[in-house]
């Protein structure tokens, strides 16, 4: 999601976001019956950042390092055709086979479903794994498709003129989800 300095209403602190994930990945290993056919892959930005941590925090509970990769979603798109500017590419980067493998689809905010659409056509290009499961850190609302997480760290119903972002150290300076006004509201609210 857009980042915008740090602003807007803070819905999960960093210690939220490491218990939610946390959470998350003990979900997983018991939806899964534990890791060892597991392969978390990352949609970019920040799924791939988020794929690693939830890999961490298997292996420091069940001693299993599950790979993690990244899948880009840029071609996939159902909106390429209407888009103003092609969309930024990301490195598709998927370190083992998939086929007969759990494949857990890793997001930081499931709105549309739109992106998760692309995710799975863009993972079905590298095998046919046995499952493929959605794990995301917020569920905004919101579906233009009948795509659900299987694992949500939480639910935060919105407005459309907001979004959510998801914030990591990594990438942004700090971990925290947080709602904002997109700037084209706030623009037009303050004119």
Do not use: C, K
Not at 10 to 36: K, P
């Amino acid at each position: 999601m857009a980042v915008n300095g740090g602003g807007g209403r803070l819905v999960m602190s960093a210690d939220d976001l490491r218990r939610t994930l946390t959470r998350i990945a003990h979900e997983i290993v018991e939806r899964n019956r534990g890791a060892t056919n597991l392969v978390f892959v990352g949609v970019p930005r920040p799924g791939p950042i988020l794929a690693r941590r939830l890999a961490a925090a298997v292996a420091s509970f069940e001693d299993v390092n599950v790979p993690t990769g990244a899948v880009d979603i840029s071609l996939y798109r159902d909106d390429l055709v209407s888009r103003a500017t092609t969309p930024p590419m990301h490195p598709t980067d998927i370190p083992v086979d998939v086929t007969n493998r759990d494949v857990v689809l890793v997001d930081d905010v499931l709105h549309t479903g739109r992106s998760t659409r692309a995710a799975l056509d863009a993972l079905t290009d590298f095998g046919r794994p046995s499952t493929i499961q959605l794990a995301v850190v917020v569920d905004r609302g919101h579906r233009e498709l009948p795509i659900r997480a299987d694992y949500a760290g939480t639910n935060i119903p919105t407005a459309l003129y907001e979004n959510v972002e998801v914030r990591l150290e990594e990438l942004d300076g700090e971990d925290a989800v947080r709602v904002v006004t997109r700037p084209e509201v706030a623009n037009a609210a303050a004119s």
